[in-house]
């Protein structure tokens, strides 16, 4: 507990989700936080999340902002630093995963899906990355996924191109970046039962062959990604740089292979 304490931290599509849950965690461990949301159905469940932080004896605001938009990511900043104070840790949470078959995604899906996935993050990291660069302190942390190594579904390409290309942008933003002592991590998560996945995993079907797949034989959790962010974020870290932590219980060092024969 207080790895975190009076630190200044942002994380976008804060509200639900992997998102919420890393709020949480980073004000259980002392951070006061900004929580981005991006449309007015996702402004009851920020202001909850808000409240939560609260209780904990944080202080807490909600923006809504479209981290792909620059002028968004502009006014979200000028409003933290007024109200906060300087982001020390960013978290660049916000994602979309539309289901479609590379056949059909049309071009409005591509940039909606990059825009999310991959601009937010250049956007928000290189400005925020400005206000840390002369204190010689900053923790940039991407929620990235396995699909940034291995193709995880025929039907989500784009995502999968996004999330690799999150993957070498964080990478090349932690060389550039180190010299400040700025550190900048991913975290990978597998399939995590969150309402972003509530569709998909409502076939008990579906939800079998995904816990049988992965080597503990279970989802995650969004609280284990939120514990991943918090140790990134904390100075028990702090000589880690251009990592993607894998928080998938093994899938992604496993190779396809018939159950058999692990069984046998």
């Given at each position: 507990?207080?790895?975190?304490?009076?630190?200044?931290?942002?994380?976008?599509?804060?509200?639900?989700?992997?998102?919420?849950?890393?709020?949480?965690?980073?004000?259980?461990?002392?951070?006061?936080?900004?929580?981005?949301?991006?449309?007015?159905?996702?402004?009851?469940?920020?202001?909850?999340?808000?409240?939560?932080?609260?209780?904990?004896?944080?202080?807490?605001?909600?923006?809504?902002?479209?981290?792909?938009?620059?002028?968004d990511v502009i006014n979200m900043l000028v409003m933290i630093e007024n109200q906060l104070g300087e982001i020390e840790i960013l978290?660049?949470?916000?994602?979309?995963?539309?289901?479609?078959?590379?056949?059909?995604?049309?071009?409005?899906?591509?940039?909606?899906?990059?825009?999310?996935?991959?601009?937010?993050?250049?956007?928000?990291?290189?400005?925020?990355?400005?206000?840390?660069?002369?204190?010689?302190?900053?923790?940039?942390?991407?929620?990235?996924?396995?699909?940034?190594?291995?193709?995880?579904?025929?039907?989500?390409?784009?995502?999968?191109?996004?999330?690799?290309?999150?993957?070498?942008?964080?990478?090349?933003?932690?060389?550039?970046?180190?010299?400040?002592?700025?550190?900048?991590?991913?975290?990978?998560?597998?399939?995590?039962?969150?309402?972003?996945?509530?569709?998909?995993?409502?076939?008990?079907?579906?939800?079998?062959?995904?816990?049988?797949?992965?080597?503990?034989?279970?989802?995650?959790?969004?609280?284990?990604?939120?514990?991943?962010?918090?140790?990134?974020?904390?100075?028990?870290?702090?000589?880690?740089?251009?990592?993607?932590?894998?928080?998938?219980?093994?899938?992604?060092?496993?190779?396809?292979?018939?159950?058999?024969?692990?069984?046998?």
């Amino acid at each position: 507990m207080n790895r975190l304490m009076n630190k200044i931290a942002l994380v976008t599509g804060g509200s639900r989700g992997i998102g919420e849950a890393i709020v949480l965690r980073l004000a259980e461990e002392g951070a006061d936080v900004a929580i981005n949301f991006n449309s007015e159905r996702s402004r009851e469940q920020a202001e909850e999340v808000k409240r939560k932080v609260e209780a904990l004896g944080r202080r807490a605001i909600i923006i809504r902002a479209d981290v792909g938009n620059k002028q968004d990511v502009i006014n979200m900043l000028v409003m933290i630093e007024n109200q906060l104070g300087e982001i020390e840790i960013l978290v660049n949470n916000a994602g979309i995963a539309p289901f479609e078959p590379f056949m059909q995604v049309t071009e409005e899906t591509w940039d909606r899906t990059f825009n999310t996935n991959v601009k937010s993050i250049f956007l928000i990291s290189q400005l925020v990355a400005k206000k840390m660069i002369p204190k010689r302190y900053g923790k940039i942390i991407n929620i990235l996924s396995t699909a940034s190594l291995m193709v995880t579904s025929p039907i989500i390409t784009h995502y999968q191109a996004s999330k690799a290309a999150g993957h070498m942008l964080t990478k090349g933003m932690a060389i550039e970046l180190g010299k400040y002592n700025i550190n900048v991590n991913a975290v990978g998560p597998s399939t995590v039962d969150t309402d972003m996945c509530t569709d998909f995993l409502a076939d008990p079907e579906i939800r079998l062959k995904e816990e049988k797949a992965n080597p503990m034989k279970r989802l995650g959790t969004a609280k284990q990604i939120g514990d991943a962010v918090v140790f990134l974020a904390s100075n028990e870290a702090e000589q880690i740089n251009g990592h993607l932590m894998m928080v998938d219980g093994g899938l992604t060092v496993k190779a396809a292979q018939p159950e058999d024969h692990l069984e046998h």
